[in-house]
């Protein structure tokens, strides 16, 4: 036991024999964005983008050349100011090279999907187009969120999907789904209100599958004098289709769904199914994860089974001595050339506080992070823990935020953005304290409220260590510098991680970092077929 707590002081120390993240180049330092959302692209022809967008100034565009110089157009020719007043959705390449950025307009009685296509060589904006719109939508009966549509883009071939309600009356409303190709072109669109019983269809997540088709993951909600519940189904909308086909994938009623996702493995042509499923045992509620992998194209269900954290308990008993269950809840799914993959998972600790007799969201405590890797057929290969405990005021985070983020960064909040970690493959990236602060034991970690004493860390995964290495992303013990990690970029074939990091001179001013991420020793160099937009 020693020996292990051992290793695992020296995982934490920042690491002098490794390869180490380079830094390739910083930008000028601009302010740090208060509020809106943000995307970085790597584009194929070398140049990098950064899009800013707040509702009330528009949006905001730096282009900087393969030398990382900023790239200038003068006179503006394009009132980028004019697009307030919206939501940004998405913004990922297109086909031809081009940026292409996705907002909706509520600025009328229909609501409106732009596609704003944004020229890869000078930023200018190439063409404005309507990509859909809604019927006119009554507020007062339907609750929307922030955006009336939502995208999902398929990161291996560019295609993409477009989800959005469709009516007014409640009685008769419904959703709309809409397949476009890397190029733009519409594939298929086709609407959906109900079941013949009447039971609504809850949407949970979409896999887009190239130009082939669109699998939806829902539920068919039923209410019955015995309680409610809810059975899952998979929706398909072939190719060139207008018409949903439902499948029953014979898993368990539930009633206590707390969230859901599909992902298209195209390495073994299956999907992925994951389930966070919300169960009360001896008065005290958890979450289980449920994993489910479909075979293509006959949708037959290899296996279902609920994940049960046999690695990771025994990685904490080995490093830290206890046998404290891990509840960690899962945030998203990434698939290796191989067909293997890896499932993020992360505590979460949702603080909640009766005022005025209504229950408010005081905080979340983000804890610790667990990676665990499978093979082709779902077995557990290895698996490894992260100890951390940050807190993030007010807001209440949940099972999958990860994954709702692949198309869209969550806006800025309070500097809480810097809590958030991200995975590449092979490494796990966060701001944390140095190993002088920071303690052994998960359950006794600092409470991290300001990120102003942490540093940039990666840890590495790799090897049987229960707590993998850890190394200081900018390579600089002295100065702590911190990187805003959730709203990266990161390229697989160069090997090229694009971040934001704040400005050690001037912490409300940030830089555009590009950083050479090592060769890892067991993850396979062909990542390159990976699009530099998969990973985020």
């Not at 609501?111 to 063409?127: M, V, Y």
Request: net charge neutral; aromatic share 10%.
């Amino acid at each position: 036991m020693k020996q292990t707590i051992l290793l695992c002081l020296l995982a934490l120390c920042a690491g002098t024999a490794r390869a180490q993240f380079t830094t390739i180049a910083e930008s000028p330092a601009f302010q740090e964005p208060g509020d809106g959302n943000a995307r970085i692209l790597q584009l194929t022809n070398g140049n990098t983008l950064f899009i800013h967008f707040t509702p009330k100034q528009g949006i905001q565009l730096q282009l900087f050349n393969p030398q990382h110089q900023r790239v200038d157009t003068l006179p503006p020719v394009t009132d980028w100011k004019s697009y307030k007043n919206a939501h940004l959705d998405a913004a990922f390449e297109s086909a031809g090279g081009d940026a292409a950025i996705f907002l909706s307009d509520r600025s009328r009685k229909h609501p409106l999907l732009r596609r704003l296509t944004i020229s890869a060589e000078t930023g200018l904006l190439r063409e404005d187009t309507v990509v859909a719109e809604q019927d006119k939508v009554d507020l007062r009966k339907k609750s929307l969120a922030s955006s009336d549509f939502l995208i999902i883009r398929d990161p291996h071939s560019g295609s993409y999907a477009v989800w959005m309600y469709f009516n007014t009356e409640e009685s008769d409303a419904g959703y709309q789904v809409a397949h476009f190709s890397a190029s733009h072109r519409e594939i298929s669109r086709a609407r959906f209100k109900s079941f013949g019983n009447g039971a609504p269809f809850r949407y949970w997540d979409m896999a887009v599958i190239g130009e082939e088709r669109l699998c939806i993951l829902g539920m068919e909600e039923n209410k019955g004098q015995l309680g409610d519940s809810a059975v899952m189904k998979l929706a398909t909308l072939d190719s060139g289709m207008e018409f949903f086909k439902f499948h029953d994938l014979r898993f368990p009623a539930e009633a206590a769904v707390t969230g859901a996702v599909v992902k298209h493995n195209p390495f073994t042509r299956q999907l992925l199914l994951l389930q966070a499923v919300k169960k009360t045992e001896k008065k005290s509620e958890r979450i289980i994860t449920r994993s489910s992998v479909v075979q293509l194209p006959k949708l037959d269900i290899a296996f279902a089974r609920d994940i049960h954290f046999r690695g990771v308990n025994q990685k904490q008993l080995e490093a830290f001595g206890y046998e404290t269950e891990y509840n960690g809840v899962p945030q998203n799914v990434f698939f290796r050339p191989d067909g293997t993959y890896s499932i993020v998972f992360e505590e979460l600790d949702n603080h909640v506080r009766m005022m005025n007799n209504t229950p408010t969201v005081v905080s979340t405590v983000l804890a610790n992070v667990a990676v665990v890797d499978y093979d082709r057929d779902g077995k557990e290969t290895n698996s490894w823990i992260i100890p951390r405990r940050h807190i993030d005021q007010g807001v209440i985070m949940k099972p999958f935020y990860l994954k709702a983020r692949e198309n869209v960064n969550a806006p800025f909040q309070w500097g809480d953005q810097y809590k958030l970690f991200t995975y590449i493959p092979g490494y796990i990236l966060i701001n944390d304290l140095d190993a002088r602060r920071k303690t052994q034991d998960p359950s006794r970690q600092p409470a991290i409220r300001d990120i102003r004493d942490c540093h940039g860390f990666y840890y590495t995964l790799d090897g049987k260590a229960p707590v993998p290495q850890r190394d200081f992303v900018f390579n600089e013990e002295t100065d702590r510098q911190v990187g805003l990690f959730a709203f990266s970029n990161y390229d697989a074939a160069k090997r090229m991680l694009v971040t934001l990091k704040r400005n050690p001179e001037n912490r409300k001013e940030v830089k555009l970092v590009w950083l050479q991420v090592p060769e890892h020793p067991s993850i396979p160099q062909d990542m390159a077929g990976t699009p530099a937009s998969n990973m985020k």
